[in-house]
């Protein structure tokens, strides 16, 4: 039996996280939500957490030249030890995505006109019912995933300049100060 309502297609949104989730790896996350069923749970990619890295620190084989630029992020704090691929795209005005592709099917995206290849260390996952539980407490704002992917910094920046196209609400949670009380 669900214990909660169901929810509207979530694969393929983005989930921006609210301020109430103050601490750790989603603490003004952006999250690619790729995967989701209320049965089986779900599975998104931090978009907006760079590790410093390029690929080419990390996979020295020549055969992986074409990557050696692709910026490296943390994905989430799920399997921090194995590194997998991401396209994001944009054909005949529709966004796309491919996520947990290999090193060797990145490089077929990584030449694309509007395509964003990222490599990730670890994923966001979430058990049957989680995610909804968490939305139902208000820890996550659900945008649509849309071209404008491509064109934003996927660092820190990403979160507040999403919330404040959001409304005018969310516009005075993304410049509020980190500790509003000591104000």
């Not at 790729?34 to 020549?62: C, I, M, R, T, Y």
């Not at 996520?99 to 979430?126: C, D, K, Q």
């Amino acid at each position: 039996m669900n214990s909660h309502p169901p929810l509207p297609e979530l694969q393929g949104k983005i989930l921006l996280a609210n301020p109430i989730l103050r601490e750790g790896t989603f603490h003004k996350s952006v999250i690619l939500l790729a995967e989701h069923s209320q049965s089986e749970g779900a599975f998104g990619l931090v978009l907006n957490q760079p590790s410093g890295q390029n690929v080419g620190d990390l996979l020295k084989d020549p055969r992986f030249f074409d990557l050696q630029t692709v910026p490296v992020h943390f994905g989430g704090p799920v399997s921090r030890e194995h590194l997998t691929f991401a396209a994001f795209w944009v054909r005949e005005g529709r966004f796309d995505y491919a996520v947990r592709i290999s090193a060797e099917e990145a490089m077929a995206y990584v030449n694309h006109p509007r395509t964003l290849v990222r490599a990730f260390i670890g994923y966001s996952g979430w058990s049957a019912e989680q995610l909804e539980g968490e939305i139902d407490q208000e820890s996550w704002t659900i945008l649509s995933a849309d071209q404008k992917l491509l064109d934003l910094s996927h660092n820190a920046s990403m979160w507040k300049q999403l919330m404040t196209e959001i409304s005018p609400f969310h516009q005075i949670l993304a410049n509020a100060p980190e500790e509003i009380m000591a104000n």
